[in-house]
């Protein structure tokens, strides 16, 4: 049922938000600070987020497997690899470590 | 439709097309990690049709798996609170008849309305939104039924490295815009706020305490050096 509730309050916000600003066009002028804190804070919730999913698990550090896979995804990202080679890399090597009894 | 069709730009088709083939991977990683994590095939499923929106739905995976629902959606939304200014900058594209502005709202992200706004004239702008958009939807989802497919039969997702690929794929979405240094300031502070607060804050709130990171935006700025309005 929570499940449902957060799919169906999600799916609609996004919406609204969307079809919002391409109605509201015109009606409505966002000031300057919103425009260039909006993109902002995408990035810092998306790095956040991307940071503590490479570091921690249940809210404790975890081993060197996982942040090593993902540090050497981040250098080929980069090095502007393609998005394919930076997952399966990052990967390959959390795998690969694992597999030599890194934790 | 025909004529649509047969002057469509030849750089634009190759060019949606690999971000169609990204998005179809970044879809299958969203598939098998949202199914790893816990979640019911068909939750995973309506979060790729109804949300449509890639950060968002990886937000809202991980905070559902931690156990905070409140979370999830007010990290999502806040997510994709850029689609309002999004949807004010192709407003012109989507016209003003109800069906395309339903219709072509849904399909509103990042890589519909950033292709759309470099095109250089009108027609052109129509074009490249509606093909990005239909085009990274259908890729988005049958990616995300892979997935699926996948991680059911992996069981455990950090045997091939699952749980490192998810962390390197958001930070390969986000890097092109990590080129102005501002917005790597505030990713730096915001990422390194969250990771030392999350071994002791409730599950979910970390994440959502980067926005901290956003007084980083400034530091260093001379007053009235605005960056570039996005282009209307």
């Known amino acids: ?103 | 439709m025909r004529t649509l069709w047969r002057t469509l730009d030849r750089r634009l088709i190759r060019d949606v097309a690999a971000l169609g083939l990204a998005a179809g991977f970044v879809g299958l990683s969203f598939g098998a990690i949202a199914v790893a994590s816990g979640l019911p095939g068909w939750a995973v499923v309506a979060m790729s049709t109804l949300v449509f929106a890639g950060g968002s739905q990886f937000m809202a995976v991980g905070m559902i798996a931690a156990g905070n629902p409140v979370a999830a959606v007010l990290g999502g939304l806040l997510l994709n609170a850029r689609h309002f200014p999004f949807g004010m900058a192709v407003a012109d594209v989507l016209g003003a008849r109800w069906r395309n502005r339903l219709v072509g709202s849904h399909l509103m992200i990042d890589e519909s309305v950033a292709f759309a706004l470099a095109q250089p004239d009108e027609r052109l702008r129509r074009q490249a939104y509606w093909m990005t958009g239909l085009t990274l939807f259908v890729c988005w989802n049958t990616g995300t039924v892979a997935g699926l497919a996948l991680g059911n039969a992996v069981g455990d997702p950090a045997t091939i490295g699952l749980d490192a690929a998810f962390p390197a794929g958001l930070l390969a979405l986000i890097l092109p815009g990590l080129r102005e240094p501002a917005a790597r300031r505030v990713a730096v502070v915001g990422a390194a706020v969250a990771v030392l607060t999350t071994p002791l804050l409730p599950a979910g709130l970390p994440v959502l305490l980067s926005l901290v990171g956003l007084v980083a935006a400034g530091v260093g700025r001379p007053r009235g050096s605005e960056p570039a309005e996005v282009p209307a």
């Open chain 1, 1 to 103: 049922m929570t499940l449902v509730i957060v799919i169906g309050l999600l799916a609609v916000g996004t919406f609204a938000l969307r079809l919002g600003g391409a109605v509201l066009r015109g009606r409505v002028t966002l000031p300057g600070w919103a425009r260039r804190l909006l993109p902002l804070s995408a990035i810092a919730l998306l790095a956040a987020l991307a940071a503590t999913a490479a570091c921690t698990d249940g809210g404790s550090f975890v081993g060197v497997a996982r942040p090593a896979g993902v540090l050497v995804g981040a250098v080929l990202a980069w090095r502007r690899a393609p998005f394919i080679a930076v997952v399966v890399a990052a990967a390959v090597v959390a795998a690969g470590l694992r597999l030599l009894g890194v934790p």
